[in-house]
């Protein structure tokens, strides 16, 4: 941006013959603006290095280490970067200006190339800051939590689906529990797949991760199907290393619902987004039924009738089943992969 704006600058000053700009070098440069331009470039590669060291680098590195080690690693490296990047376009520029000027001094003085890396890094920290604020509270939530979007309860139709480990006290008993941890660390990482199909996570309790969708994205193309399975996928392709490294592989059950539900801000040392309402209760529900049913996947009549491409799966009808708490019987269906 600083780049385009120089060159912008010297652009239309020439254009306009302002007088404030009729000083040689500044016409001599005026002729190069081309130089501004490579400034730009060398910001739009530190830009994408950065973003390549965050999604590589960093996700890798919060696997085995703190979060405060590694914002502080990234800070360093990209502070780093930062630094080099300048001194290399500056290094640039005043070759440039020595070339076209028989200028031998620079063309800021040294506080003011301090000042802008001070600048730089600064910026660099306050987006790593916010960066990691969102990661904490979940993609987009932190603009809702500056705007207040849900200070007051609001009603929304969304999907909900309960995931969760099977035989996971059976297998917490055979490792101990810091061995079941990382174990349980682990998947929750390798379902970090079901981002690339919309769906926000909402909680992580003990063994089992809530998941949930604005209810128009999540019913397009069936997207919270296909999410549980690429989970079930990534889990397929890991498991030697799973049996290799716990001696067990992993097999999660699921149940998924969709109805409103009410969002809403709460909390004042901790704040976060919480849903409240019976949909999320009678999605619990029916996740309890997977073992009984023999079901890996669990859905309610209300969502199978919302569904759009029914012939990409198998679709069993096990009845109306007598939920805890509820009145009324939910019909439910057993879904597989065709």
Request: hydrophobic share 45%.
């Given at each position: 941006?600083v780049g385009l704006l120089g060159y912008l600058r010297?652009?239309?000053?020439?254009?306009?013959?302002?007088?404030?700009?009729?000083?040689?070098?500044?016409?001599?440069?005026?002729?190069?603006?081309?130089?501004?331009?490579?400034?730009?470039?060398?910001?739009?590669?530190?830009?994408?290095f950065s973003s390549l060291l965050d999604v590589v680098?960093?996700?890798?590195?919060?696997?085995?280490?703190?979060?405060?080690?590694?914002?502080?690693?990234?800070?360093?490296?990209?502070?780093?970067?930062?630094?080099?990047?300048?001194?290399?376009?500056?290094?640039?520029?005043?070759?440039?200006?020595?070339?076209?000027?028989?200028?031998?001094?620079?063309?800021?003085?040294?506080?003011?190339?301090?000042?802008?890396?001070?600048?730089?890094?600064?910026?660099?920290?306050?987006?790593?800051?916010?960066?990691?604020?969102?990661?904490?509270?979940?993609?987009?939530?932190?603009?809702?939590?500056?705007?207040?979007?849900?200070?007051?309860?609001?009603?929304?139709?969304?999907?909900?689906?309960?995931?969760?480990?099977?035989?996971?006290?059976?297998?917490?008993?055979?490792?101990?529990?810091?061995?079941?941890?990382?174990?349980?660390?682990?998947?929750?990482?390798?379902?970090?797949?079901?981002?690339?199909?919309?769906?926000?996570?909402?909680?992580?309790?003990?063994?089992?991760?809530?998941?949930?969708?604005?209810?128009?994205?999540?019913?397009k193309n069936d997207r919270f199907l296909h999410a549980?399975?690429?989970?079930?996928?990534?889990?397929?392709?890991?498991?030697?290393?799973?049996?290799?490294?716990?001696?067990?592989?992993?097999?999660?059950?699921?149940?998924?619902?969709?109805?409103?539900?009410?969002?809403?801000?709460?909390?004042?040392?901790?704040?976060?987004?919480?849903?409240?309402?019976?949909?999320?209760?009678?999605?619990?529900?029916?996740?309890?039924?997977?073992?009984?049913?023999?079901?890996?996947?669990?859905?309610?009549?209300?969502?199978?009738?919302?569904?759009?491409?029914?012939?990409?799966?198998?679709?069993?009808?096990?009845?109306?089943?007598?939920?805890?708490?509820?009145?009324?019987?939910?019909?439910?269906?057993?879904?597989?992969?065709?």
């Amino acid at each position: 941006m600083v780049g385009l704006l120089g060159y912008l600058r010297v652009h239309f000053a020439l254009l306009d013959n302002v007088q404030s700009f009729q000083h040689p070098d500044i016409i001599a440069f005026g002729r190069y603006r081309l130089a501004f331009i490579g400034a730009m470039f060398i910001s739009i590669f530190f830009s994408f290095f950065s973003s390549l060291l965050d999604v590589v680098v960093m996700r890798k590195l919060l696997q085995k280490k703190s979060l405060g080690f590694v914002m502080i690693f990234g800070l360093l490296v990209q502070s780093t970067l930062i630094m080099v990047m300048m001194r290399t376009a500056l290094n640039f520029i005043n070759f440039l200006m020595r070339s076209i000027t028989n200028n031998t001094g620079r063309i800021a003085e040294i506080n003011e190339i301090r000042a802008l890396i001070i600048v730089l890094i600064l910026s660099s920290i306050l987006s790593r800051i916010f960066i990691e604020i969102e990661h904490k509270l979940g993609p987009g939530n932190l603009s809702k939590l500056m705007r207040g979007s849900y200070y007051n309860p609001k009603e929304v139709q969304r999907i909900f689906m309960f995931v969760d480990l099977k035989d996971s006290t059976k297998l917490a008993e055979e490792m101990g529990h810091l061995k079941f941890s990382s174990f349980i660390k682990d998947c929750f990482h390798d379902f970090a797949v079901v981002d690339d199909y919309g769906a926000e996570v909402y909680q992580y309790v003990g063994d089992e991760v809530i998941i949930s969708w604005q209810a128009k994205k999540g019913l397009k193309n069936d997207r919270f199907l296909h999410a549980f399975f690429a989970f079930t996928d990534v889990l397929k392709k890991r498991e030697q290393y799973y049996l290799d490294t716990y001696g067990n592989a992993p097999f999660f059950k699921a149940g998924v619902h969709i109805g409103v539900s009410v969002m809403t801000e709460v909390g004042e040392i901790k704040k976060e987004f919480c849903f409240h309402g019976d949909t999320l209760n009678t999605t619990a529900r029916i996740q309890s039924h997977c073992n009984n049913l023999q079901a890996q996947l669990l859905m309610s009549e209300t969502l199978y009738d919302g569904l759009v491409e029914r012939n990409k799966f198998n679709f069993h009808d096990v009845g109306s089943i007598k939920l805890k708490g509820k009145v009324e019987e939910q019909k439910l269906f057993k879904i597989e992969r065709i």
